[in-house]
T-cell receptor, first 114, second 111 residues
Framework: SAVISQKPSRDICQRGTSLTIQCQVDSQVTMMFWYRQQPGQSLTLIATANQGSEATYESGFVIDKFPISRPNLTFSTLTVSNMSPEDSSIYLC???????????FGPGTRLTVT | QKEVEQNSGPLSVPEGAIASLNCTYSDRVSQSFFWYRQYSGKSPELIMSIYSNGDKEDGRFTAQLNKASQYVSLLIRDSQPSDSATYLCAADSSNTGKLIFGQGTTLQVKP
């Protein structure tokens, strides 16, 4: 499976500010995904990021709040904009596997908004 | 709305016992099913995938799929304290490449 890294691993931010999370993969992948995992909850898909096209957002998530870039086949960023304490969560990127629809996850970014 | 449902637990089993984790899904079009293990403070790790009806074994893990009943399960034999984690069931969403995750079942293996 691919090796995935995320930066930063954790951050504490003030409300009203923005944070950009980076996701780097050691091999080229077509599909990358961004998830949010709130405390004690399961994974919620924010958006799908394919290289060369606009990200596709899930219901309840909008581009103005969570802009995503996908400049090449190994890298993506997710920005959490105008943060509020409700944005405190773990943000995870994942990539598609080679066998089917399986996904592999990065280590996550733990965000706390004060 | 497409859903994957799991009992949140906790499921508590003694060391050496068989742990049985269950999952149901609503989307009949789903063809691929996955079990992820998530330790506290860590990201999910893929441990099993299953695509056909029946059983698939990998070491101490056996995944079972019954598409007619829309039911997936994971058996862990000879459970160890290191198996204590949250197990997430996931199903593909209508061949979109996206996965739908269940809420996860917390497993506690007691020495």
């Amino acid at each position: 499976s691919a090796v995935i890294s995320q930066k930063p691993s954790r951050d504490i931010c003030q409300r009203g500010t923005s944070l950009t999370i980076q996701c780097q993969v050691d091999s080229q992948v077509t599909m990358m995904f961004w998830y949010r995992q709130q405390p004690g909850q399961s994974l919620t898909l924010i958006a799908t990021a394919n290289q060369g096209s606009e990200a596709t957002y899930e219901s309840g998530f909008v581009i103005d709040k969570f802009p995503i870039s996908r400049p090449n086949l190994t890298f993506s960023t997710l920005t959490v904009s105008n943060m509020s304490p409700e944005d405190s969560s773990i943000y995870l990127c994942s990539v598609e596997g080679t066998s089917g629809y399986e996904q592999y996850f990065g280590p996550g970014t733990r965000l706390t908004v004060t | 709305q497409k859903e994957v449902e799991q009992n949140s637990g906790p499921l508590s089993v003694p060391e050496g016992a068989i742990a049985s984790l269950n999952c149901t899904y609503s989307d009949r079009v789903s063809q691929s099913f996955f079990w992820y293990r998530q330790y506290s403070g860590k990201s999910p790790e893929l441990i099993m995938s299953i695509y056909s009806n029946g059983d698939k074994e990998d070491g101490r893990f056996t995944a079972q799929l019954n598409k007619a009943s829309q039911y997936v399960s994971l058996l862990i034999r000879d459970s160890q304290p290191s198996d204590s984690a949250t197990y997430l069931c996931a199903a593909d969403s209508s061949n979109t490449g996206k996965l739908i995750f269940g809420q996860g079942t917390t497993l506690q293996v007691k020495p």
